[in-house]
């Protein structure tokens, strides 16, 4: 484990910049193509399709997650160009990503469990969006955001074999916030490092500083109210997941979840009302 020397900002910068260029995965070249097919006048959607068909695992998973219900189609979406004409480009390129985080990590220890904590997350997140109908989010927004809050995590598990230790210290604190935790022993932290992912991964800005801030009891102003939203609504999610399953359990609710009900308008009465219904999401999968 890579100690931090106390006050070094010399050395942070410098360790980012050698986890930027060794440690976290380069963006794929389909979203390189789809983010610059969005600055055309007329994007090559077949053009696209194409290349995205040459890999069967991204072609069935943007099928499957553009199938999801919180991705907003209506009709079912039966090829790759049909994904990419009903969902469009914006949409196209976060279920994409979605995929493609998936195969980022693949000899990864222990990664299927986290992905599926993570896939919990997401499709809970999106199924409150919509159950609540919060006018700022979207449906797909909340899923991708659920997916990619804790990539930096794998990122750090990838990188440092240690870091499970330290993350079980974060996930077992009450008290301090989880990234000041992981700073003790780290020149970083999983919010950061996974910011540093969406962000080179061309994910919306709201999902990039959702990333960024989900640990903080008061995101840096001027606060984004869809970066707000996005946060509160996967801490409502999480905490339903591990009342639901009895995985997984943490102690940032008990830190995030006054202040995360408050800013959705939510009350505990709400949270118990909503439980049958998140049940029965989960059960679905």
């Given at each position: 484990?890579?100690?931090?020397?106390?006050?070094?900002?010399?050395?942070?910068?410098?360790?980012?910049?050698?986890?930027r260029d060794n440690g976290i995965p380069p963006c794929?070249?389909?979203?390189?193509?789809?983010?610059?097919?969005?600055?055309?006048?007329?994007?090559?959607?077949?053009?696209?399709?194409?290349?995205?068909?040459?890999?069967?695992?991204?072609?069935?998973?943007?099928?499957?997650?553009?199938?999801?219900?919180?991705?907003?189609?209506?009709?079912?979406?039966?090829?790759?160009?049909?994904?990419?004409?009903?969902?469009?480009?914006?949409?196209?390129?976060?279920?994409?990503?979605c995929v493609a985080l998936h195969q980022a990590f693949?000899?990864?220890?222990?990664?299927?469990?986290?992905?599926?904590?993570?896939?919990?997350?997401?499709?809970?997140?999106?199924?409150?969006?919509?159950?609540?109908?919060?006018?700022?989010?979207?449906?797909?927004?909340?899923?991708?955001?659920?997916?990619?809050?804790?990539?930096?995590?794998?990122?750090?598990?990838?990188?440092?074999?240690?870091?499970?230790?330290?993350?079980?210290?974060?996930?077992?604190n009450g008290e301090r916030c989880f990234t000041s935790?992981?700073?003790?022993?780290?020149?970083?932290?999983?919010?950061?490092?996974?910011?540093?992912?969406?962000?080179?991964?061309?994910?919306?800005?709201?999902?990039?500083?959702?990333?960024?801030?989900?640990?903080?009891?008061?995101?840096?102003?001027?606060?984004?109210?869809?970066?707000?939203?996005?946060?509160?609504?996967?801490?409502?999610?999480?905490?339903?997941?591990?009342?639901?399953?009895?995985?997984?359990?943490?102690?940032?609710?008990?830190?995030?979840?006054?202040?995360?009900?408050?800013?959705?308008?939510?009350?505990?009465?709400?949270?118990?009302?909503?439980?049958?219904?998140?049940?029965?999401?989960?059960?679905?999968?």
């Amino acid at each position: 484990m890579i100690m931090m020397p106390s006050g070094d900002e010399a050395f942070t910068s410098e360790f980012h910049a050698a986890l930027r260029d060794n440690g976290i995965p380069p963006c794929p070249e389909i979203l390189q193509r789809i983010n610059a097919e969005m600055q055309k006048e007329e994007p090559n959607l077949r053009h696209l399709a194409d290349m995205i068909c040459r890999d069967v695992g991204l072609s069935a998973g943007l099928l499957k997650t553009a199938n999801s219900p919180f991705f907003g189609t209506r009709q079912r979406v039966a090829s790759v160009t049909e994904a990419l004409m009903i969902l469009g480009l914006n949409k196209a390129s976060q279920a994409v990503a979605c995929v493609a985080l998936h195969q980022a990590f693949p000899n990864l220890r222990h990664i299927e469990r986290f992905w599926d904590a993570s896939a919990r997350i997401a499709r809970l997140s999106g199924w409150l969006t919509q159950e609540i109908h919060w006018p700022n989010v979207k449906a797909e927004e909340a899923y991708t955001f659920g997916l990619f809050r804790d990539c930096g995590i794998a990122v750090l598990m990838q990188r440092f074999p240690d870091y499970e230790m330290v993350l079980a210290d974060a996930n077992r604190n009450g008290e301090r916030c989880f990234t000041s935790v992981e700073e003790d022993v780290m020149p970083t932290n999983h919010a950061v490092v996974g910011a540093m992912l969406t962000q080179s991964w061309w994910l919306p800005d709201a999902i990039c500083n959702a990333v960024r801030y989900h640990h903080d009891l008061a995101i840096p102003t001027p606060p984004d109210d869809v970066t707000v939203t996005l946060v509160a609504v996967a801490h409502v999610a999480e905490h339903l997941v591990q009342e639901i399953s009895g995985l997984s359990q943490t102690r940032e609710w008990q830190k995030l979840g006054e202040s995360s009900l408050q800013q959705l308008d939510l009350t505990e009465q709400h949270l118990s009302d909503l439980c049958l219904g998140a049940s029965k999401v989960l059960a679905e999968h």
